[in-house]
């Protein structure tokens, strides 16, 4: 059963067997830890990322440690390969109850009285309308089955004034009030969505732009004081794509070390 729709105490579990779920970004730091905590709580998992060497390489990592994964190379700012992707996956693994939609990542900043129209489009592009277009192939197979859970990928520069371009915020707004248009739209078909923001997780490019000492000194401005780490995300991801939270949907969720606090 779903776990959109299940209440009761043996439904509120974390575990996720006999669920396929499908991690859009899923080669990189928060799609590769999500995928991996989401197939050891039994879910089969679809990881999505264009290119393939990194795919394969996480998903070597979920099988073996005794996890079902299908890697697929896609972009999921094209709506012919996010259908393509909604095919495969239900012929491979079946139709999706999961949905995690976390490609993305390009924050850059950029001065906006520098931005052009064209880098502000591949922003949105590839923030916002990639969450609509993914969505939008795997929606219609969730309401037919009146059953689905879909977790959007945000971002604290939408909550509060950040270093990201003012492109990536807007977007990331965009999909913070995307998914809680969706929850509220489709409540009633059995169909939860929620949304992370997260602040400062720890990933391959922080670690490539900045030395451990400047990490470390990054981290220590948060309340908590360190970084965000990978799976620190993906146990939020667990927590709200499970029936542990079969009560909740429209939410953002910041996960930022006490610096957003709404
Ligand atoms: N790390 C942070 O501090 C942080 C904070 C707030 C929000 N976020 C958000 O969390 C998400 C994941 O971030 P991350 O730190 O894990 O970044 P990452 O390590 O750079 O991973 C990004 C992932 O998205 C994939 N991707 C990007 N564009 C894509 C597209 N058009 N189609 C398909 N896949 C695409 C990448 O694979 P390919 O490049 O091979 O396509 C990769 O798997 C992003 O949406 C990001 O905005 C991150």
Known sequence: ?????????????????GRVAVVTGGSGAIGAATAMALAAHGAAVAIVGRNREPL???AERVSASGGTVLPVAADCTSQPEMEALSEQVTAHLGPADVLCTFAGGDGMPVPTNEETVAHWRQVTDSELTSTFVTVRAFL?????RHAGTILTMASSAARQAAGSSAAYAAAKAGVIAFSRHLAGEYARQGIRVNCLAPSAIENERMRRWMSAEQRRA???????????QPDDVAAAALFLV?????????????????????
């Not at 059963?1 to 067997?17: D, I, W």
């Not at 219609?140 to 037919?144: E, F, G, I, S, T």
Request: charged letters at 10%; zero cysteines; a negative charge.
């Open 56 to 58: 394969e390489a996480v």
């Open 140 to 144: 219609p197979a969730m309401l037919d």
């Open 242 to 262: 499970s029936g542990a939270s079969s009560w909740i949907t429209g939410l953002t969720l910041d996960i930022s070390g006490g610096k957003v606090m709404v």
């Open 1 to 17: 059963m779903s776990g959109s729709g299940a209440v009761g105490a043996s439904s509120q579990t974390l575990n996720l067997e």
């Open 218 to 228: 990054l981290g220590e401005a948060f309340p908590l004081g360190r970084l965000g």
